[in-house]
């Protein structure tokens, strides 16, 4: 369970659907002159330099978001280009945000972040760039469920388990009917990785059912390269914010006519 690592996989096409979503939320969000508490449940390190070996290594940035944004998948005035445009400036023209960082971009003074993540070495990474907010070496699904209902109680909650093992397909929908019964009017947005065997649909399915009013927006894309088995992406997103449902559509146009 602590042997993922997300620098291998930055910046790629499923970030570039989840990030845009989660922009989009965030920057709706943030309009209103009231505070809000973000959670994420699998933080990551924060922060990725898409120069290094691991982005590399793999060439997933090279076929996500450093091809979007030579080939204008995202409009100029699009939350996510400006929070990637604002975090460049400040930590450098190479590097790309995970969703703290993305989501951190939108924060107000009075807002306030709560970030789990038990792998020690991505921990430590996350410490040195997430001094904005309060960390937890923890199971994301624990900190998740002590926190909520958080406070302020206006939020979102962003779960984006490594799915490592099976099993976790099974423990989200429990997970996420617990903390919507805790917390009715938060966001809560899950992601998932679409893969050659579906093995998402029964998760997805469970949900559906349990929430079907939630939004629900699915991209497909090749491999990234030979032999890799993610094919897709995928956001669920309990209380979507106003024009989520609309950039979902916009971003599944995208993705289909050029992915």
């Given at each position: 369970m602590l042997s993922y690592q997300h620098a291998y996989h930055a910046g790629n096409?499923?970030?570039l659907h989840k990030h845009a979503l989660l922009a989009v939320a965030m920057e709706y969000l943030t309009r209103k002159d009231k505070p809000l508490s973000y959670l994420e449940t699998h933080a990551g390190r924060g922060l990725y330099d898409l120069t290094g070996p691991e982005a590399r290594k793999t060439g997933e940035a090279e076929a996500g978001i450093?091809?979007?944004?030579?080939?204008?998948?995202?409009?100029g005035d699009h939350p996510l280009m400006d929070a990637l445009a604002?975090?460049?400036r400040s930590r450098g023209p190479d590097v790309y945000p995970g969703s703290p960082l993305v989501a951190a971009h939108f924060i107000r003074p009075?807002?306030?972040i709560h970030l789990a993540e038990l792998h020690p070495a991505e921990h430590q990474a996350l410490r040195s760039v997430a001094?904005?907010?309060t960390l937890h070496a923890r199971d994301g699904f624990e900190m998740a469920q002590a926190q909520c209902?958080?406070?302020p109680r206006r939020g979102m909650l962003l779960i984006d388990p490594s799915y490592e093992i099976k099993a976790e397909y099974d423990i989200v929908p429990r997970q996420i009917g617990l903390l919507a019964r805790k917390w009715n009017v938060g966001v809560i947005a899950l992601w998932y990785p679409i893969l050659t065997d579906h093995r998402h649909l029964a998760m997805t399915a469970q949900l559906t059912s349990q929430f079907p009013d939630a939004l629900l927006s699915e991209v497909r894309f090749p491999p990234a390269r030979d032999g890799h088995s993610m094919i897709g992406s995928g956001m669920f997103v309990i209380n979507p914010p106003w024009?989520?449902?609309?950039?979902?559509?916009?971003l599944e146009a995208i993705f289909r006519s050029r992915a």
């Open positions: 096409l499923a970030d450093t091809r979007a944004l030579a080939d204008d998948w995202l409009p604002a975090i460049r009075d807002d306030r001094g904005f907010a209902p958080p406070t024009g989520l449902a609309e950039e979902a559509q916009r």
